[in-house]
């Protein structure tokens, strides 16, 4: 399966070109705090931001954004929407970087003793969302073209 393709496909498409640039504008400011990439008390680059973990929530973001159009895309289509696709775009949600906002989305959640332990791995938690957002993405894109991995005759393509 061609990836690029069937993303050119999706995006091709006016409205949900204007959806993926709308997740970006609304998911990037909002990564950016919680990630302590942008300070929120003077809308500024923090200083001291890590580039590893700023290239991660670029990647999370733009990833969620592409996902969020897919599932937009497939949705409208009337094509399986799995567990997987939802699961990657919502593990997103919990990747900040930030060791003060990480235990914000934890304490709303009731998890507020985990962040502790959770602050230190951050980073991990940012690759693992990643990787579920790839897995998310590969899905839904089959289903962009209704492709199976099973052929006819039983055996995996």
């Known amino acids: 399966m061609d990836y690029t393709k069937a993303v050119g496909d999706v995006l091709r498409q006016a409205r949900y070109r204007v959806l993926f640039v709308i997740l970006l504008v609304?998911?990037?400011?909002i990564f950016a705090v919680t990630s302590d990439?942008?300070?929120p008390s003077t809308l500024e680059l923090n200083p001291i931001a890590d580039p590893v973990k700023i290239v991660l929530m670029v990647l999370i973001v733009t990833l969620m954004a592409l996902n969020g159009a897919v599932?937009?895309?497939?949705?409208?289509?009337?094509?399986?929407?799995?567990?997987?696709?939802?699961?990657?775009?919502?593990?997103?949600?919990?990747?900040?970087?930030?060791?003060?906002?990480?235990?914000?989305?934890?304490?709303?959640?009731?998890?507020?003793?985990?962040s502790a332990f959770l602050a230190d791995i951050s980073i991990y938690v940012a690759l693992l969302s990643l990787s579920l957002l790839f897995v998310s993405l590969h899905y839904s894109l089959?289903?962009?073209y209704n492709t199976c991995e099973v052929n006819l005759n039983g055996k995996n393509s």
Do not use: D, M
């Not at 609304?26 to 400011?29: E, K, R």
């Not at 949705?75 to 060791?99: D, H, I, M, Q, S």
């Open 26 to 29: 609304i998911l990037a400011p």
């Open 37 to 39: 990439i942008i300070v």
């Open 71 to 114: 599932l937009f895309h497939n949705y409208e289509a009337r094509k399986n929407v799995g567990k997987t696709t939802v699961l990657g775009t919502v593990g997103a949600l919990f990747t900040t970087t930030c060791p003060v906002c990480q235990p914000i989305w934890l304490v709303w959640l009731g998890f507020g003793s985990a």
């Open 142 to 144: 089959k289903s962009v």
